[in-house]
């Protein structure tokens, strides 16, 4: 350790490297649900026995041992870019101690999605080995966040105070992750590209038109007179959702 305390802990990078192999090693034995790298399946306390850990191996017990408000954990399905998150209330700078509430909420998807795409999976800068370690990853920026919102009240990752934090702390030289997208891995399976010419039918009528976005459903403009979609050159389109088996291109 170079320093102590809570505020400017500072840790070399070879022994976080450690610590980081530390919990693991601890999680997959504590954990009923994630036994190897691979994350299978998890709930809200395997996010709890991650934290305990981080809290002994980085943070010395600081929260065991000072924070007295509550902290949350939970993971969605529904996050699309963010792959973490920590919430907190408006009224942050006016709560006691003992009112501060936080909590952490993991984009899950991203770490069952984790495989699907071939290719390196970068994390903060890091160059990840499995769902498991990029998972410890973004738990560890979402750490970040709930110590500067802990105690500065206000938090950024796009400022240098967090920037400064996070590398101290956890050695992350980025504050964003390039773990597989819905989009990218869509767009994979079915060989769609946003710009991409389609058809598809409708009522049996034929529609010509380009994929404009993906998502769960590809959005497709059609040109059509009466729509009220109207590009540069006063082309006017319609906007249809459908589904990427209906499509034909
Ligand atoms: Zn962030």
């Known amino acids: 350790m170079i320093i102590e305390g809570i505020k400017d802990l500072k840790y ?8 980081r192999n530390n919990i693991r090693n601890m999680f997959i034995s ?7 790298g691979d994350i299978q399946c998890m709930s809200n306390d395997d996010l709890k026995i991650l934290f305990h850990l981080y809290d002994e191996e ?14 949350k954990f939970s993971l969605s399905t529904r996050m699309t870019s963010a792959a973490g998150k920590t919430i907190y209330s408006r009224k942050i700078k006016l709560l006691e101690e003992s009112e501060e509430t936080y909590e952490i909420r993991m984009g899950i998807k991203f770490f069952f999605q984790y495989y699907k795409v071939e290719r390196d999976k970068i994390v903060s800068g890091i160059k990840t080995k499995d769902s498991l370690e990029a998972f410890q990853i973004v738990f560890e920026h979402e750490l970040c966040h709930l110590i500067e919102l802990h105690l500065y009240k206000e938090s950024s990752c796009k400022k240098i105070r967090f920037k400064t934090m996070v590398h ?18 869509i767009s994979q399976e079915y060989g769609l590209k946003i710009g991409q010419k389609v058809s598809f039918l409708n009522d049996g009528n034929k529609y010509n038109g380009f994929i404009y976005k993906i998502n769960k459903r590809a959005t497709v403009m059609v040109k059509d007179n009466k729509g009220t979609y109207r590009d540069d050159i006063g082309n006017k389109y319609s906007k249809w959702y459908v589904q990427f088996g209906k499509l034909n291109y």
């Open 12 to 19: 070399y990078d070879s022994e976080i490297i450690i610590k």
């Open 30 to 36: 504590k954990s009923k649900n994630v036994k190897t």
């Open 58 to 71: 980085f943070f010395n017990f600081y929260f065991r041992r000072n924070f007295k408000g509550t902290l």
């Open 168 to 185: 101290n702390m956890f050695y992350h030289t980025d504050v964003v992750h390039q773990l597989p997208s819905q989009k990218e891995i």
